[in-house]
């Protein structure tokens, strides 16, 4: 049951993962991030996930154009390198996958900025 919990709060931006919740250094960095740049929970949960911690870094990352990857493109990642790791025998066809993964994560991001600024 606390897992189900944890899945659909991270899909909300309430918990790092589906694994953890967020530490505190995490969870003040998200309510700053929601707080003085604008951003809804989800997308700042994205951007610290992804390294982005205070509002500096974020206007950094706004400058570069970066598209930090989603919660669902970072656990995907995270299962093909650890089926690596173990050696399972499994193949993955990543670059494909990978490309289009990207693609969606920049469209979506794209997405997300055209309707904060409307």
Known sequence: MAQQDLV?????????????????EELESLITLE???GLKRDIAADYIRNG?????EYEKAQKADFAPKSLEVLQAESVIEHSKKVRTGLKFDEAP?????EKEVVKKAADTKAKDKE
């Not at 996958?97 to 993964?101: F, G, I, L, P, V």
């Open 8 to 24: 659909k709060l991270a899909s909300q931006g309430r918990a790092y993962s589906s694994g953890r919740a967020w530490t505190a």
């Open 35 to 37: 707080r003085e740049c």
């Open 52 to 56: 982005v911690i205070t509002p500096d």
């Open 97 to 101: 996958e990978k490309a289009k993964a």
